[in-house]
């Protein structure tokens, strides 16, 4: 039988803005860490094609914080009464709080990938291969960046790939020549491995070396084709739960001020995904 929903007129609403919206797992996360720490909130999915009404709605009925998802990152930010530093220099927001009706944007992205990749070794000078040119590249990579990496952009499209590392400052590769370039750190930020094209990789696995840390960030499935052939080859791994979680953590205390409990926000998305 279902336990009763508590919800009465305190219980505060918070929430995800995308489109498409429904595979989400940031709803049961986040329910997940309100009701382990007591908190009388909940946490609904919103599938949203004009982001602007949206975020008129956030601020007209009280919404306390947004995550913002795919494709609103970047078109939110010219909704923002205020807009962070760090996702100034992204170009995206993937988190709104709501402060006494003004709205201000942050990036977590960047914060959950460092958290990710440092609780497997250091970022200060490592050379990190950062592969793909896209927004979760850009979050992903400023992060790092910011830790004091040495980055080099690897991308299939030119264009793209040289746009980012302009923007970051830093080096340009095609993926075509990712042999040509030593690596300690490899994160792929493509959707390449992602279910149903479970079988490809972005890159050769015959480049990879036991001494490597490999990141994921593709998270369905947990153990991409990436994953796989690096733990295959001795490397230590970080797969996509570990910045997924990490971003909402940032998020869930940005809105409430309250500890995350990371471990039960950990286990509802582990609870999903198998
Ligand atoms: P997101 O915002 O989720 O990062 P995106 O902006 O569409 O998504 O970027 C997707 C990234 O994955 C790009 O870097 C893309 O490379 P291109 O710029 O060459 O398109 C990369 N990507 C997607 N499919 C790929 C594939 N099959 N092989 C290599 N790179 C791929």
């Known amino acids: ?3 009763q929903l508590h919800v009465d007129t305190k219980t505060i ?4 803005i995308g489109n498409p919206v429904n595979h989400s797992l940031s709803p049961v996360m986040h329910n997940r860490a309100f009701a382990e720490v007591g908190l009388n909130s909940i946490y609904m999915a919103f599938h949203v094609t004009d982001i602007g009404s949206a975020l008129a709605g956030v601020r007209g009925l009280g919404l306390k914080g947004v995550s913002i ?3 609103h990152k970047v078109t939110a930010l010219s909704f923002l009464d205020e807009i962070d530093g760090k996702a100034q220099q992204i170009g995206a927001v993937n988190t709104i709080v709501n402060h006494q009706g003004k709205l201000i944007g942050y990036n977590s992205d960047c914060y959950g990938a460092v958290k990710a990749l440092t609780a497997k070794t250091t970022l200060w000078e490592k050379k990190v291969a950062l592969i793909g040119a896209g927004g ?3 979050a992903v990579g400023f992060g790092l960046l910011w830790e004091g990496a040495r980055i080099t952009v690897f991308n299939r499209s030119i264009k793209k ?3 980012l590392a302009k923007d970051m400052g830093v080096a340009f590769r095609p993926l075509a020549e990712f042999d040509q ?3 300690q750190i490899i994160v792929n930020t493509t959707s390449v491995g992602m279910s149903p094209n479970t079988r490809v990789m ?3 696995p015959s480049l990879l070396t036991p001494d490597m840390v490999v990141m994921d960030i593709v998270y369905n499935p947990l153990r991409t084709a990436l994953i796989q052939a690096a733990e295959k080859a001795g490397c230590t791994t970080v797969d996509g739960l570990a910045m997924f979680v990490y971003q909402g953590v940032a998020q869930f205390e940005k809105w409430t001020g309250v500890k995350a409990p990371v471990k039960a926000m950990q286990q509802a998305v582990l609870d999903i995904l198998h």
């Open 1 to 3: 039988m279902l336990k």
């Open 181 to 183: 370039v030593e690596s």
């Open 202 to 204: 972005p890159i050769t």
């Open 69 to 71: 998802t795919i494709p």
């Open 136 to 138: 979760a590249a850009r």
């Open 161 to 163: 790939g040289e746009s």
């Open 13 to 16: 609403l918070y929430g995800v």
